[in-house]
């Protein structure tokens, strides 16, 4: 179904589901990304299809987080460039922060797909994976940009696998995802986890960003000092148990 009639009861999560499918047909999104995607619906279902208070608190810390740090990067895979590709451009100009292309699958061909998206979408500053390598990982996303995601202090890194997440941990970098599922080994292990759809997620970390950089450092280490990632998760279970 592409034109979802606005009376169907489930239109927005079709509208989301279509914007996966077209990613597929345009060469960005992995015909795996379309079960990574059902997967976070099934999540989604469950947290009420709406923004709860515990990712709210996730997304102000996830604004400071990224407004505190040195080399703050931007991870972009197939399926957050199908979803919300001018939230990404939007984010990286607002913080400032490079986009890097970093997909799971490998394919050189997709990979220079979204970059191009990115740019028609007003992208100034778009990184490549290739000249570097992470530690900790064995498979295609241990590419990274040696100014980018190797260099960075924090990463954002959403709708991100739990191996990638655990290896940038252990090279000492502070991770920042969007997960909706709150008992992945991503959303467990990252220091900020915003259990939402990105789509619905992204737009509200654009403009908390924009709202808090005009605001003091200092009001942004207490943000980031009072911040309980266990606390949010266990919350969002809490909801999902409800
Ligand atoms: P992990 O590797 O962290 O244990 P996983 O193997 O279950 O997780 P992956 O495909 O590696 O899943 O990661 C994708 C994650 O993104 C999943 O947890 C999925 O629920 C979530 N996800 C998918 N679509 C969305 C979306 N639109 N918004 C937010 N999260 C999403
Ligand atoms: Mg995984």
Redesign the pocket.
């Known amino acids: 179904m592409r034109d979802v009639p606005d009376s169907h009861p489930r239109a927005v999560s079709l509208r989301i589901r279509n914007a996966i499918v077209e990613g597929v047909e345009m060469g960005i999104t992995s015909p795996h990304g379309l079960l990574a995607h059902g997967r976070g619906e099934a999540f989604d279902y469950l947290i009420g299809e709406k923004t709860q208070p515990f990712a709210k608190r996730a997304i102000k810390a996830a604004a400071a987080l990224l407004l505190t740090a040195k080399h703050p990067v931007i991870s972009v895979n197939g399926n957050a460039a199908a979803l919300v590709p001018v939230e990404l451009v939007r984010l990286s100009k607002v913080i400032p922060a490079p986009l890097e292309v970093n997909i799971f699958h490998a394919s050189k061909k997709r990979e220079k797909n979204i970059k191009t998206l990115l740019q028609k979408k007003g992208a100034e500053n778009i990184l490549m994976p290739g000249n570097a390598v992470l530690e900790y990982i064995d498979h295609n996303r241990r590419f990274c940009n040696r100014e980018g995601i190797c260099k960075a202090d924090v990463v954002f890194v959403p709708l991100e696998?739990?191996?990638r997440c655990e290896a940038l941990l252990k090279m000492g970098k502070k991770v920042i995802t969007v997960d909706l599922n709150p008992m992945?080994?991503?959303a467990q292990k990252a220091n900020i986890t915003i259990v939402d759809n990105i789509v619905r997620a992204l737009p509200l970390l654009v403009k908390e960003t924009g709202q808090l950089k005009k605001r003091k450092r200092v009001q942004w280490k207490k943000i980031i000092r009072n911040y309980n990632n266990k606390a949010v998760l266990k919350q969002a279970l809490y909801r999902i148990k409800r």
Request: hydrophobic share 0%; aromatic share 0%; net charge negative.
């Open positions: 696998d739990g191996d992945s080994r991503t």
